[in-house]
């Protein structure tokens, strides 16, 4: 998705406090016309963690306290847009699937197992025996399909997870959503069967290979609509997890206590080892540093890094245990889109002039250094599946002026051209285009720099005509994938075939007939892999790896930095790990001492 602070607002498209998550997924998949199941997988002992844990502990009991700079986007999961809220929804919300502790290989949670679909058309969900919503009446199927069927109305959901009805609408006769839904029963989206209380099939308008990982997003959280509130439903959403809401007030503090009728028997993940989750919001950062620090306090809700006050200050002993701190490159990309319809970009050669003439770490320190950035040769980020370490433009990071002439050169500008970007108006923003600017410089390249607030700046990049008529040839964003696939990246950025007049997330214009179909070939391969915890032929790995060095030997689109954090925790906190599928410590692990 593309990201607050680079691109203006974890959006599906799927957010520093909040890191947007990117737009809808795109088609894609292959030929068939059946499903079929996956293994049902056992929901106990829960799943052991893939990868380091800092204090490991299985001790009950205690307050989880939580600090926030701010309140989440919306604690109603269909409405939410946010990587730590949804990470922290996970508390009093479940879904159909889920990730394995510390990895992007999904497993089932409500339902009984990762399906597979010969079509990617039709998938089977089968649902877990005993499930319970927080007062005790069962989850059935149609408590999922009328969470989804939320998605449809455009009052209540306005961005994020909205992308996932594309492929569960009619164009032809558009679903309401279910305030306006005429049938009697209000769940009358034909595209979603429930045919018993335990299944679940969803019909799609067009094939979709990745569609369990968007089965693990928000989206297909439970609702009981007797309870469902609407626009309220945010203030005291109905608890499918292992917590429940005690107490919240808009803004300023949220109160979880155990949910009794949650059964550790029907869950794979969660531990639920507190016994209350207590959440204080609206906190300067620096406040919070301070506050975990002296023990106060034992986790920073937004998991976007420490300040840099305390990133900077020597700390030792007690104050800064090697236990209270996790640095890792997340799955942020900061990266350049070139508009391929605007002279001279049109010509492929003076993309790649700009492309060779970046020098990346002189970006990684306008981002604030190596602790806050790493340089990027590729699009798709480590903690993304099938993450590749090739460079098609190798400098040592620097940028190759002489490779960047040729290529002047070879489009006929050997003395280079004016070239307006525009980036979002926050501080490392701009100075990543002053280091651009004087990349640029050296190839003869004259860089006119316009730094745009939020709104206008989403208002420009999303509008092809707009980036044409201003003569915008570049700009400098952030995108956080909507699901941990590159199909998370590339549905978005890089299919010709979904460039629109409005709301375009091409914003390159990307427009090649061999992009699209390696792309298609691509979801074919996903369509199986993601029922299983690794990619065993290799063969979904080779197809988004082909995927990704044709986007980059376009250079219409240009990697820059990945970003890192390091957030710090309290002494008092247990079970500290990274979960690359969330972009955020897994807070529906944590423990306290």
């Known amino acids: 998705m593309l990201i607050a602070g680079a691109v203006g607002a974890l959006a599906v498209v799927l957010p520093l406090v909040l890191i947007p998550r990117a737009d809808g997924p795109n088609e894609g998949g292959g030929p068939g016309h059946s499903t079929a199941a996956a293994a049902t997988e056992s929901a106990t002992p829960p799943l052991a963690v893939v990868g380091p844990v800092l204090s490991p502990s299985t001790a009950r009991g205690g307050t989880l306290r939580v600090a926030a700079t701010a309140d989440c986007d919306s604690w109603d999961p269909q409405r939410s847009n946010a990587d730590s809220c949804w990470a922290q ?4 919300s479940r879904q159909l699937l889920t990730y394995k502790p510390g990895t ?4 089932g949670d409500l339902a009984t197992a990762v399906p597979t679909s010969t079509d990617a058309a039709t998938w089977r969900y089968t649902l877990r025996a005993g499930l319970k919503f927080e007062d005790g009446t069962p989850i059935r199927s149609r408590d999922i399909k009328y969470g989804i069927e939320r998605l449809f109305d455009t009052q209540l959901v306005t961005a994020g997870l909205k992308g996932l009805t594309r492929y569960l609408d009619d164009p032809n006769n558009r679903y309401p959503g279910p305030y306006q839904d005429p049938s009697p029963d209000k769940l009358g989206l034909k595209s979603i069967d429930t045919p018993d209380d335990q299944t679940i099939v969803f019909h ?21 609509q007797a ?3 609407e626009a309220q439903y945010a203030d005291r959403p109905v608890s499918s997890g292992p917590y429940k809401f005690a107490f919240y007030q808009r803004g300023q503090s949220l109160t979880l206590v155990r949910n009794s009728e949650w059964d550790p028997a029907t869950d794979l993940v969660n531990t639920a080892l507190p016994d209350r989750i207590q959440v204080t919001m609206r906190l300067p950062l620096e406040t919070i540093d301070e506050q975990i620090l002296s023990g106060h306090t034992d986790v920073f809700a937004g998991q976007t890094g420490a300040s840099q006050a305390t990133l900077q200050t020597p700390l030792t002993g007690s104050a800064m245990r090697d236990n ?12 350049l889109s070139v508009t391929t319809t605007l002279t001279p970009f049109d010509n492929v050669h003076c ?18 250094g190596p602790e806050r950035a790493v340089a990027a040769p590729t699009l798709v980020p480590p903690p993304l599946r099938y993450h590749s370490t090739f460079d098609l433009y190798p400098s040592a990071g620097s940028g190759d002026v002489v490779q960047a002439k040729q290529e002047l050169a070879a489009c006929g500008r050997p003395d280079g051209f004016p070239v307006k970007i525009v980036v979002f108006e926050d501080s490392r923003s701009k100075s990543q285009a002053e280091a651009l600017k004087k990349s640029l410089a050296g190839i003869g390249v004259n860089l006119q720099i316009s730094a ?6 989403d208002a420009l990049i999303f509008s ?9 040839g570049l700009a400098l964003l952030g995108y956080n994938a909507g699901w941990p696939t590159p199909a998370g990246i590339f549905t978005n950025l890089a299919d010709g075939r979904r460039i629109t007049d409005t709301d375009n997330r091409n914003i390159a214009e990307l427009s090649d007939p061999a992009v699209n179909t390696a792309m298609d070939d691509a979801f074919v391969a996903d369509m199986s892999d993601s029922a299983v915890a690794a990619d065993p032929s290799g063969t979904a790995a080779a197809r988004w790896a082909a995927v990704e060095r044709r986007v980059l030997d376009t250079a219409a689109y240009i990697p820059v930095t990945y970003d890192k954090v390091t957030n710090i925790y309290s002494s008092n906190l247990t079970n500290v790990y990274y979960q690359p599928a969330y972009d955020s410590v897994d807070f529906s692990a944590l423990g306290v001492r």
Do not use: C, E, H
């Open 104 to 107: 992007t290989d999904l497993i």
């Open 464 to 472: 092809p005509r707009k980036m044409r008529d201003q003569g915008v």
């Open 227 to 229: 309870k469902d509130g």
């Open 324 to 335: 209270q701190r996790l640095t890792v490159t997340i799955g942020v990309l900061r990266l």
């Open 89 to 92: 929804q996970r508390w009093y």
């Open 452 to 457: 745009l607030g939020s709104d206008d700046y």
């Open 204 to 224: 799609l308008t067009r094939p979709f290979g990745d569609w369990n990982y968007l089965m693990a997003t928000p989206a297909s959280t439970p609702v009981p």
């Open 351 to 368: 993309r790649k002039a700009i492309a060779w003439a970046i020098d990346r770490q002189a970006q990684v320190t306008a981002r604030g």
